[in-house]
């Protein structure tokens, strides 16, 4: 085994007590996906998204890594091969973990996008709709978060990268977001081994040969060490 290709969802989060927008109570609870997680909803209340996600990111920097993505950072130091770490999150959990490479399809909650130029550059704690953009000085700055109906991040990288892998590992992730969920397919498609760690099956669960039940702070360095100790 010499290329591992990883992809974590909000599961792994979870346990670090950041809610999913699936989770009772909790930020999302209070907002429709599409009023905060959409272009449009953006362009209707900038305000309200922009407050959105500053709250977001002032819990996520209370946040600190679990078990998991301590054993994910290990993974990379140690294996003695190539580790890919594909993430849905928009937390920087695993860089706080010590992961050194992580590919984050979906945005970050610590950048900040120019709507005009498509800049990135790091978001400050608390954003103001109407920022102006460091480069093409346009007042278009926004959450560098891929909302629903945007392109995520990096495919073209990613499709290589599983097509390349001999083990795909999902982690807490549910399953019903595309292009995420058809990323076990795509594996398998060139042959790799499956894995996925959940709290139950997710919903691409039967597509995994194989499937730890249980949290993520239990399951993932368990396995861990029997990579590293095998
Ligand atoms: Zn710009």
Redesign the pocket.
């Known amino acids: 085994m010499k290329k591992i290709v990883i992809l974590t969802g909000a599961g792994i989060s979870a346990e670090s007590g950041l809610g999913t927008f699936r989770a009772e109570g909790g930020l999302w609870a209070e907002h429709r996906i599409e009023d905060v997680a959409t272009p449009e909803g953006f362009a209707r209340d900038p305000q309200l998204v922009v407050d959105f996600y500053n709250a977001r990111r002032a819990q996520a920097a209370e946040a600190a890594p679990n078990a998991a993505h301590l054993a994910l950072a290990n993974l990379e130091a140690a294996f003695d091969g190539d580790v890919v770490l594909v993430t849905q999150n928009v937390d920087d959990l695993h860089e706080k973990a010590g992961m050194k490479r992580v590919m984050h399809m979906h945005g970050a909650l610590n950048g900040a996008l ?1 709507g ?4 990135r550059w790091p978001a400050p704690m608390v954003m103001a709709p109407g920022d102006a ?1 460091p ?4 007042p ?1 700055a926004r959450p560098d978060i891929v909302w629903f109906g945007e392109m995520p991040y990096d495919m073209e990288e990613i499709y290589d990268h599983l097509a390349q892998a001999d083990l795909f590992a999902g982690i807490g992730t549910s399953g019903n977001v595309y292009p995420a969920a058809g990323f076990v397919a795509e594996a398998r498609r060139h042959g790799a081994q499956t894995l996925e760690f959940n709290l139950e099956p997710s919903a691409v669960g039967s597509q995994f040969d194989d499937i730890r039940i249980g949290p993520a702070t239990q399951t993932v360095p368990e396995w861990v060490a029997e990579v590293l100790g095998g």
Not at 116 to 119: E, F, Q, R, S
Not at 135 to 138: F, N, P, Q, S
């Open positions: 120019c005009a130029c498509d800049l953009c480069h093409c000085k346009a278009a």
